[in-house]
């Protein structure tokens, strides 16, 4: 095996035992990313010297004798929209093009001091807004299993980076999908956490009250690893919280948790099973399910009634809370400024309407529309209420079941500029998602198959801070 | 479909220029993408309370007091202004 292809428990095991160096482990993933990443186009800056120095550092530790965490000298990419202090941070963006990060997203600062080794910022759609990762100001990055594909989005380039092997494992974020999605068209694990779970402190907001900061990796278990790393209350983001609820920690035998898997009940919702789904793609979620039916698991048909309204519902709440996010970019206290602008208005109107792509200025006008004066009942307050409704259809489901399972996206990958020009087409590919931002709940995208030769991915959904029992079914069926 | 005066309107709201071509595109799509949303006037919403998040979010207070910064992360942030005099951030007058 390949350094570069190995796991992050495999990774570790062989640094403790001196198979390898934590530089030549570094060095297999620069190489790689300097070759091949002309066809990809994954990463937006990549951080070789900091890199190097910081796989000297681990391998001092080692030389040292020192006990060395899991995730000690193991080689990670970062999306652009997640701070690295003194790192370039463009979010994709011409608006923050020379924009320098003052200080370490919390995540970024936990996983420092357990002692990764950063490899570079990944490419994006602009803020996070985009479905094919082609909204990046900079480039568009190409799907590993077939160039002529987009990778899907936002986390388009952390997840086409991992799938390439450029890392081990990588940050993403996730709005209404844009982690899961860009993991199941890549054929990678994909979590997108409990919101409040994993501390939003440092990341670049879109909408504030559906982001949630998440991780792509090659196997289940590399998941409970960094999820276990990153989570926990933190004082700089007051949405986060300290789950009631303890996740096991990584290591503890499987045989002591409380939770069996196999007694366990899995719901299926009727309504992610829709019209114009692609036939193949649903006859492999269907495959994957009745897997877990040979397992012994209890599969049952449930409704989730409002699923219907959850994109509409979407389409509403997030531009409002965009355009209220983005107002912070004027021209004046950072990034992006039209200098020459005659006036104080003017230097707004051209610094953002200049620095913001199509994508981004067409949600802040949605958003902007939906909150102006007289239109706030009839969109955002009953898009509120929708949301309720949306966040009740799952209570009601999870008092029967534990975990629900569905397909995360209704197609495998499509082409490059197939769906670009045509931005409600583009909206329907999250279709599946974006229910599970509205009520917050975690969600896992995981690889069960193929169509030709694009990934297919099952989305696991479970109880608010139950991310346990997604692993624990999730690594169920690695082990099939 | 929204008209040419409201695209502008909405686009000044926003602070954003657009051209005259990018406001005739704007109003088609914005009025495809508000004909879809339409469907939740379907939605049964009477004596339904809106949700603002997903969980308790309760307020975070902290005492009144100053706190020490260092002076090191005041530069970083001077440093970031387009445009600055004498470590203040300089705007074009409005009078």
């Known amino acids: 095996m390949k350094l570069y292809e190995l796991t992050i428990a495999k990774a570790h095991r062989g640094l403790k035992k001196k198979e390898f160096s934590c530089l030549e482990l570094t060095k ?91 490899l570079g910022k990944t490419n994006l759609d602009e803020f996070a807004m985009g479905s094919s990762t082609e909204n990046s100001a900079y480039k568009v990055t190409h799907n590993p299993h077939d160039l002529n594909y987009i990778p899907g989005g936002s986390s388009g380039g952390s997840a086409a980076a991992l799938t390439s092997n450029f890392c081990i494992f ?50 289940v278990e590399d998941t409970k690893i960094v999820f276990g790393a990153i989570k926990g209350k933190d004082s700089l983001d007051s949405t986060s919280v300290e789950s009631k609820i303890r996740n096991q920690p990584y290591g ?20 992610y099973f829709i019209e114009g789904m692609d036939p193949a793609v649903e006859k492999i979620i269907k495959n994957s399910i009745k897997k877990f039916e040979d397992l012994g698991i209890k599969i049952k048909e449930i409704s989730l009634p409002h699923t219907k309204y959850a994109l509409a519902a979407y389409y509403i709440i997030m531009p409002s809370e965009v355009s209220a996010n983005l107002a912070r970019y004027d021209g004046i206290k950072y990034g992006f400024s039209k200098k020459k602008a005659q006036s104080l208005l003017n230097v707004y109107l051209e610094s953002r309407g200049e620095g913001f792509g199509e994508e ?19 969109y955002y307050l009953r898009a509120q209420k929708v949301r309720t409704l949306i966040q009740e259809d799952f209570k009601k489901a999870f008092q029967k ?55 297919v991915g099952l989305q696991i959904i479970a109880r608010p801070f139950e991310e346990d029992k997604i692993f624990e079914i999730g690594q169920m069926f690695e082990q099939i | 479909m929204l008209t040419k005066q409201e695209v502008e309107h909405i686009a000044k709201l926003a602070r954003l220029e657009l051209s005259q071509s990018e406001v005739k595109k704007i109003q088609k799509e914005l009025s495809s ?30 005492e009144d007091k100053l706190i020490a910064r260092k002076l090191e992360s005041k530069r970083k942030l001077i440093e970031k202004f387009p445009a600055a005099k004498e470590g203040y951030l300089k705007t074009k007058s409005i009078l």
């Open chain 1, 28 to 118: 297999s993933f620069l190489d790689r990313i300097s070759n091949l990443d002309k066809k990809i186009f994954s990463f937006l800056t990549i951080t070789p010297d900091i890199a190097l120095s910081q796989a000297k550092k681990i391998d001092d530790w080692i030389l040292q004798k020192r006990e060395i965490p899991l995730l000690a000298g193991i080689p990670l990419a970062i999306k652009d929209n997640i701070l690295v202090e003194g790192v370039r941070c463009t979010a994709a963006s011409k608006i923050l093009e020379n924009y320098i990060a003052p200080y370490d997203a919390t995540v970024v600062k936990r996983l420092k001091k357990l002692g990764v080794v950063i």
């Open chain 1, 170 to 219: 990588s940050l993403g974020s996730d709005t209404g999908g844009s982690i899961r999605q860009p993991a199941s068209f890549c054929g990678v694990v994909g979590l997108k956490p409990t919101y409040g779970a994993v501390s939003r402190y440092g990341l670049i907001s879109m909408a504030s009250s559906l982001d949630q900061i998440g991780l792509i990796t090659k196997t």
């Open chain 1, 252 to 271: 503890e035998s499987r045989a002591t948790a409380k939770f069996e898997i196999r007694n366990c009940k899995v719901g299926v919702p009727k309504e």
């Open chain 1, 360 to 378: 981004v200025r067409r949600r802040i006008m949605l958003g902007t529309y939906a909150l102006s004066a007289g239109y706030y009942e009839a």
């Open chain 1, 401 to 455: 079941i534990d975990l629900i399972l569905t397909p995360v996206s209704p197609t495998p990958a499509f082409k490059i500029g197939e769906k670009i020009t045509d931005p409600l087409k583009m909206y329907l590919s999250d279709v599946f998602t974006i229910a599970v931002n509205l009520a917050g709940l975690p969600a896992l995208s995981l690889p069960v198959g193929k169509v030709s030769n694009l990934p």
């Open chain 2, 33 to 62: 993408i508000l004909d879809y949303i339409d469907q939740l006037k379907k939605a049964a919403i009477s004596g339904v309370q809106p949700t603002s998040h997903s969980i308790f979010i309760e307020n975070v207070m902290r």
